[in-house]
Structures are given as structure tokens and as C-alpha cells.
């Protein structure tokens, strides 16, 4: 049976900053969408991570589909009237654009999807991450998909072993999507070459090359791409289909144990480790530390269990106190260095003002 996975994840507004939805606006997204979710979902599921609204949603019209989309913006348009209405701070953030045109892509929520045909049984994960951009989820699926000092199923599973193809995405050219298919282990270099530079060079999605099956999809929106200024991060949902031809849940979930560093930390501007956290995470440490939480799901013609939450385990708390060491380690050289984002994704705007003025008082001798 074919299915369609969607997640469609906005900011619409926060409590006490950018800290974590209202429980009155998750209730309207979640009343919205029930009211309209007859003759359009199989199933959904909604949820937060840090200030982001994440709508999970099954069914049988593709990738892209105009009734889906506009589901999703209006149950965003009708949270904001609820973060307007009760003063919560950055009410429709992520709505850039006023009018809905078709599809989300371009408006400013952040959209991962993926149409596939349904295994006997259907293990996936939903990734949700705060504070961040998509660059994020370079190494940790190029760990998953490619090592395998991480993905043992690399060279233990005989329908693993041609490996993965990898789509990347050059999100600095914003005129149409420019995208590269190359294939692990051969191009393995090649790979990492792009995803080093997790600002301009992101994985789009990811492929089995024995099945020709869609693994991974993630979202690869860049806010200020859109709004040609800052707006906020990135923030991005990710699919990631388990087990079987693909890797095990716990095989990708091993190189978050890295805490590795990621662009996002407060105001956008800032390096920091992204913390493997519970579902419905909340914010603090300054604006972060950059967050991502997991929840696994299994799956029957499109219904959905009840998640599972896969870092709610012992063993992640002790990630997470290495994890806040390392936050507090890059915290205390404050804005010099690589601490701080490159003129070039300093977003907050005021830097950027304050080096034109300066631009002028320099003076020029031998
Ligand atoms: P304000 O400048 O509106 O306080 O916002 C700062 C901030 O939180 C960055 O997104
Ligand atoms: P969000 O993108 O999650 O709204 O964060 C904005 C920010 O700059 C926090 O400091
Ligand atoms: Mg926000
Ligand atoms: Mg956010």
C-alpha cells in the first residue's frame, strides 16, 4: 500500500521568548486539524520541540499536495491568532508570506515528505530539531548511512551492503533546487567534501541502493533565504525509515551520542552541541543548547503507533551532561572565534549594520 508521510513544522509562537508553545495554542493546532482531518489523513500526530509545532501526518495523496499543505498552513494561521490573541512572543514567525499558494515550500514552515510503498511492518523515525538549521543533520546520517564504525548493518546486513545513495541539496542557490546524487562507499570523499560545509551543502534525502528505497527526507528550507532577512533558525524535521534494508533505530540514533557542534545557538548566531532530548523538549541555556528529539513510530496502513520516545533513556542523560559541558566549554570565549557564526550567516542583523559604519572610520597607511 502506498503511503504518504508528511511533517509540516512551524514557529507560530513561544512563551516567555523562544522557549515552547502555549498548551492553548497546541490545543487549537491539534482542534484544527482534527476538524479537518475526515476524507484527508489516515492518521497525525502533533507535537513541540523548543518552539517549533511539528504536524505529523499519514495518507494517500503524494508529496507536495496542495490540501495537505494548506491543512497545515491553516491550522498555523489559526495558532498565531491564538498566540496574538494571548501576547505570546514571536506570534506567526515562521508564516513569511500572507497568502497560501499551492504549497508550503517558500512561506516559511518547514516541510519533510516522503510517499513510500508500506512494508509488511513500517519502523520509522520522526526527528524534530530546535535552534538549528538543516546542516545539522549532515554528519549524524552520513554516520548512520555510511560508516560503519556507526552502522554495523553496513557490513552485517547482506541487504545493506551496496550501500546508499545521498542526495544533497547547495541551499545557497535559492533560484531553483540544486541537487547531486552521489552514491556511498564509492563517492565516500566526495560526500564528505559537501558535508562538511553544513551551511551551503545539506542532505535533501537519502536512498537504499539494493531496493532503490527512500530512507531518510528532510526539510531544507533556509528562513532567510525567504525572507531575505532574520527570521529566526531553520529548525528541521527529518523521516528516517528503520530496520530491514535500512539501518537499525539504534544504529541511527548512535552519532547523536556525539553532541556534535551546530550552527543556531541563540539568536541564530552562535556554534553550539545539539543535545539529544525527551520529546516536547523545552528551551533555556542561552536560547538553547541547540535540541533534537526522536520519535520512533511503527506503522500499519498508515495508522500510527503511539511514539516512542528514544531519548528518554539513561543511557541519554549521561549524553547530555557531556553534551551541557561542551555548551558551557564554547560559552566561555562569548563571541570571539569560531564561537560566533562567519560574518556571512550572521543573521541578527546589527552586526552586520555596525561593520558598515565602522567600514568607514578605518583609515588606510603605510
Ligand atoms: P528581540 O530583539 O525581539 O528581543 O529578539 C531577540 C531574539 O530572541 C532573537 O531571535
Ligand atoms: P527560533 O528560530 O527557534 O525562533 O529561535 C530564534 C532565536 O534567535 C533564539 O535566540
Ligand atoms: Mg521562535
Ligand atoms: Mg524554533
Redesign the pocket.
Request: charged letters at 20%.
Given at each position: 500500500m502506498k503511503i504518504t508521510i508528511s511533517v509540516l513544522k512551524a514557529d507560530v509562537g513561544s512563551i516567555g521568548?523562544?522557549i515552547k508553545p502555549s498548551q492553548a495554542l497546541l490545543n487549537e493546532i491539534k482542534n484544527f486539524v482534527a476538524s479537518q482531518a475526515k476524507n484527508l489523513l489516515i492518521d497525525y500526530y502533533i507535537s513541540s520541540t523548543g518552539d517549533d509545532i511539528a504536524i505529523l501526518c499519514t495518507h494517500t495523496r503524494g508529496t507536495g499536495d496542495a490540501k495537505i499543505h494548506q491543512l497545515a498552513w491553516e491550522a498555523f494561521q489559526a495558532g498565531t491568532e491564538v498566540a496574538r490573541k494571548t501576547g505570546l512572543?514571536?506570534a506567526g514567525q515562521d508564516l513569511l508570506k500572507d497568502a497560501f499558494s499551492g504549497n508550503v515550500k517558500g512561506l516559511g514552515p518547514a516541510v519533510a515528505e516522503m510517499e513510500i510503498e508500506e512494508r509488511e511492518n513500517e519502523p520509522f523515525i520522526f526527528f524534530a530539531a530546535d535552534k538549528t538549521d538543516p546542516g545539522a543533520y549532515n554528519l549524524p546520517f552520513y554516520l548512520a548511512f555510511a560508516d560503519p564504525m556507526y552502522c554495523s548493518g553496513l557490513i552485517l546486513s547482506p541487504k545493506m551492503s551496496q550501500g546508499f545513495k545521498f542526495r544533497i541539496i547547495d541551499v545557497g542557490y535559492t533560484e531553483k533546487n540544486k541537487i547531486i546524487e552521489l552514491k556511498a562507499p564509492e563517492d565516500l570523499y566526495d560526500i564528505a567534501v559537501l558535508l562538511r560545509d553544513t551551511e551551503r551543502y545539506v542532505i535533501e534525502s537519502i536512498y537504499s541502493r539494493s531496493t532503490g528505497n527512500q530512507a531518510v527526507a528532510i526539510s531544507t528550507q533556509r528562513l532567510h533565504n525567504i525572507a531575505g532577512k532574520?527570521t529566526?533558525k531553520d529548525d528541521p524535521v527529518a523521516i528516517v525509515r528503520v530496520q530491514g534494508e535500512f539501518p537499525a533505530t539504534g544504529e541511527v540514533l548512535a552519532p547523536f551520542s556525539i553532541g556534535h557542534y551546530v550552527a543556531g545557538f541563540?539568536?541564530?548566531s552562535h556554534i553550539g552541541p545539539l543535545m539529544p532530548c525527551k520529546l516536547n523538549a523545552t528551551i533555556s541555556y542561552f536560547?538553547g543548547p541547540p535540541v533534537v528529539t526522536a520519535a520512533a513510530f511503527s506503522m500499519k496502513e498508515g495508522k500510527l503507533s503511539e511514539p516512542a520516545d528514544v531519548f528518554d533513556h539513561p543511557y541519554w542523560e549521561a549524553i547530555r551532561m557531556q553534551v551541557a559541558q561542551k555548551a558551557t566549554e564554547i560559552r566561555r570565549q562569548g563571541f570571539c572565534g569560531p564561537s560566533m557564526l562567519p560574518f556571512s550567516e550572521l543573521e541578527?542583523g546589527g552586526v552586520v549594520e555596525k561593520l558598515n559604519q565602522l567600514e568607514k572610520r578605518f583609515i588606510l597607511s603605510d
Open positions: 521568548g523562544h512572543y514571536g532574520y529566526g541563540m539568536r541564530g536560547d541578527y
